[in-house]
């Protein structure tokens, strides 16, 4: 991690390891899936996936216990849904081994459970769900689905960019997943939409979890990120081929490079404006897919 001099941000990225291809965001025949873990975890292994979460509804996994498998690795989760004591509803994602979750519970008390057992909770799908953006800043979300692939196939509202924006706005270190959300059923049958890529030294549940906390993937619906460096002025990102390139950053705030003709970009190089609250990457491919850095920076201490 590089530390700029004068500032007191710290770079994120490290993209020195390996990148491994999850998805975060899986229901299996435990709730209402249509695969098994071993079926689900064998289709995704066929298509490059390095590890998998089982976020079931309301059910906490222990799927490395029920579903070993050598070709892909499992993340243990759960997700829940209900509503808060405003009324608003939610879906919320959490990943890490969890015990004693029930419906019961009610949501606030299952979400503070799941902090109190170190979960990181990553509200779903809020465009779907209904959310308002004060629904996705009242509970602190460690992270938000900027894209979700079940609900763009249900009625289109995939999409959470704009809730992560005023996440940002409210905390720069809010996280950025793209997830299936895979049911994996005949009327939800996508799958390989929306993933991350998590760069981290070696394919362990324990690197692969402190790499996401960190902020050390990226999120996206087809394009890559090789690599996502920074000098002390600029960051520099080596990527597959793609039409555009942004930095952005709050507000109207923003850089870009496109390509208008045939020529496709695979590098970029940007200043980063210190007083930018946030800044992140997005890159976008010729047929409309993005995919999206985490904010490159945090505040030290946070
Ligand atoms: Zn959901
Ligand atoms: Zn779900």
Excluded at 125 to 151: I, K, Q
Excluded at 162 to 183: C, E, G, I, K
Excluded at 192 to 218: C, H, K, Q, S
């Amino acid at each position: 991690m590089m530390t700029t001099n004068s500032t007191e941000r710290r770079f994120r990225y490290d993209t020195g390891g390996r990148w491994f291809k999850g998805n975060t965001h899986l229901h299996t025949t435990n709730s209402d899936g249509g695969k098994t873990c071993a079926e689900a975890a064998e289709m995704y292994a066929s298509a490059g996936f390095d590890f998998l979460c089982a976020t079931d509804h309301w059910v906490a996994s222990a799927v490395n216990e029920t579903c070993p498998r050598d070709d892909i690795l499992w993340l243990d989760g759960i997700e829940l849904d209900g509503h808060d004591e405003t009324g608003a509803r939610y879906h919320v994602v959490g990943l890490g081994k969890l015990t004693g979750i029930t419906r019961e519970m009610g949501f606030a008390a299952a979400l503070a459970a799941l902090r109190d057992q170190g979960a990181l909770t990553i509200l779903a799908h809020p465009h779907w769900t209904g959310n308002s953006f004060d629904d996705a800043l009242r509970w602190a979300f460690d992270g938000v689905e900027v894209y979700n692939h079940v609900c763009r196939w249900l009625n289109g509202k995939g999409d959470g960019v704009v809730y992560w924006s005023a996440m940002l706005q409210r905390n720069p270190a809010t996280l950025a997943f793209a997830a299936d959300d895979a049911h994996l059923r005949p009327e939800h049958p996508g799958w390989n939409g929306g993933w991350i890529m998590v760069n981290a030294a070696e394919r362990t549940p324990a690197r692969l979890l402190d790499a996401i906390r960190r902020g050390n993937f990226y999120a996206s619906c087809g394009p890559e990120f090789r690599s996502i460096r920074f000098d002390g002025t600029h960051v520099k990102i080596e990527t597959s081929a793609v039409q555009f390139v942004r930095l952005v950053g709050p507000a109207h705030l923003g850089q870009r490079l496109g390509s208008f003709d045939h020529q496709r970009l695979t590098s970029a190089r940007f200043a980063v404006p210190v007083e930018w609250k946030y800044a992140y990457l997005e890159i976008e491919d010729e047929h409309s897919r993005r995919a999206w850095s985490n904010s490159l920076f945090v505040t030290i201490g946070t």
